[in-house]
């Protein structure tokens, strides 16, 4: 059969086009096949959320201080119980100081009687000052020198405190020697002191200025206060009262 037909010639060309139609569809196809895929980024959600901390909790033990603040000055206090110098400054009186209230007054309205020596503006008050041992020891007797006075009645002991002139006389003050030790107590801040023994030397007399004295001490720095009052019964001053103030600081013995 001769190729030149033309009826031939139609269907070899028909069957080129199917083959050149199927080639490109073959291409489509592992084009489309092997294109990269890009699949939709799938996240947790939970991690997109933002991240929450959780607050601490807290020990309500562990903000309170694990120990309380010691009591360095608790129970039988012995040692020394250092005066702080009086002092007078604007009309205020701080520091240690005596005062005399006369017969029917009372410690803290008076009538008191005024000493002329007095360093204050407010002459009821007369200023003590430390002596050599610096003031008072509990556990130990401070006694007055032998003798006690001068030639002039002035009192010379000079351990507790510094003999304070009264109306051109020194008095001082001790511990009588027969007497108890002078023992102080601390509770909770507040003190108790056995202060028997202490008596005052005037004028060549001697008068018992002794009593149980309270006061305060701070429980961490030893500073202190102590007071009394004490009647004096016989000699010249025969139902005046003594108003004793002292102040400082305590420092254990040892």
Known sequence: MSSSHPTLRLAIGAIAALSLVGAACGDDETTSTTAPVTQPDVTDPS????????????DPASTTPLTEPMNLFEGELVGLFAIAAGQCVDGTVTGSWFQMVQPGGTADAGPYVPNGDSACADTNYSLLSP???????????????????????NGLAADIFAPVPFFGVAFAGAMDAGGPTPAVTAADGE?????????AYYGGGTFNQGAVATGTIDPMTGEYVLEWTSLISGGSFDGFTGVWHLEGVFTPAG
């Open 131 to 153: 002596g050599m041992a610096a003031g008072l020891r509990s556990g130990e007797l401070q006694v007055a020198p032998d003798p006690a006075f001068d030639e002039s009645g």
């Open 47 to 58: 991690s997109t959320e933002p991240s929450v901390t959780e607050p601490m909790a807290t």
């Open 191 to 199: 003190l108790n002191a056995d202060l028997t023994a202490f008596t």
